[in-house]
């Protein structure tokens, strides 16, 4: 079973580039590696998936280095609006089997100011 | 713009009664997950069911949770007896199979408070 550790705060000002380190030592073979966001009285919302490299959307990018004991998630230029709780989530999906667990990070709560 | 339903949004009730919490899922979707999250604990997977059946609720204390999923448009978490130390907000997401792991799409939750 994966566990899985974030930063708790990180504080940012608009424009600059952030990112935002999730460690997963335990990851298993068959588990990818996804990023939530969420807002105070809301579910988390999807933002971005991975298994390894490098991968990229039109709202952030996702790196995960060789071993993938690690992702990074970097949001580009934040704004006001990006600040909210950051999650990790590392865990399979349907091809790859029902049997591995899906566990959510700590979270890290991102504040961005003028 | 497809959503994930729950009710009710708010629930406050006393030790020892039954909580019945309520998800509709995106349509055509055929996984759904519950979640609890809590200040301590963060957010917990209690079960998840893949074209209604159960496929994972280890998650889930056995003795006092059930989760049924009676058709393709809800599923349901039931709480009975309740306690106090339940209190949380309960998540219900739905997802469908991506390339490797889901991309789930959360409810706004259902927040329950135990006394």
């Known amino acids: 079973l994966a566990k899985t550790t974030q930063p708790i705060s990180m504080d940012s000002y608009e424009g600059q580039e952030v990112n935002i380190t999730c460690s997963h030592n335990?990851?298993?073979?068959?588990?990818?590696i996804t990023w939530y966001q969420q807002f105070p009285s809301q579910g988390p919302r999807f933002i971005i998936q991975?298994?390894?490299t490098k991968v990229t959307n039109e709202v952030a990018s996702l790196f995960i280095p060789a071993d993938r004991k690690s992702s990074t998630l970097s949001l580009p230029r934040v704004s006001l609006s990006d600040t909210a709780v950051y999650y990790c989530l590392v865990g399979g999906g349907p091809r790859t089997g029902g049997g591995n667990k899906l566990t959510f990070g700590t979270g890290t709560q991102l504040k961005v100011e003028l | 713009d497809a959503r994930v339903t729950q009710t009710p949004r708010h629930k406050v009730t006393e030790m020892g009664q039954e909580v019945t919490m309520r998800c509709q899922p995106i349509?055509?979707?055929?996984?759904v997950f519950w979640y609890r999250q809590t200040m301590m604990q963060g957010l917990e997977l209690l079960a998840y069911f893949r074209n209604r059946a159960p496929l994972d609720d280890s998650g889930m204390p056995k003795d006092r949770f059930s989760a049924e999923m009676p058709d393709a448009t809800l599923a349901t978490l039931k709480i009975q007896p309740s306690e106090p130390r339940d209190s949380a907000v309960y998540f219900c997401a739905s997802g469908k199979p991506g390339l490797g792991s889901y991309e789930q799409y959360f409810g706004p939750g259902t927040r329950l408070t135990v006394t």
């Open positions: 349509l055509g979707h055929n996984t």
């Open positions: 991975g298994y390894k």
């Open positions: 335990n990851i298993a073979t068959n588990d990818y």
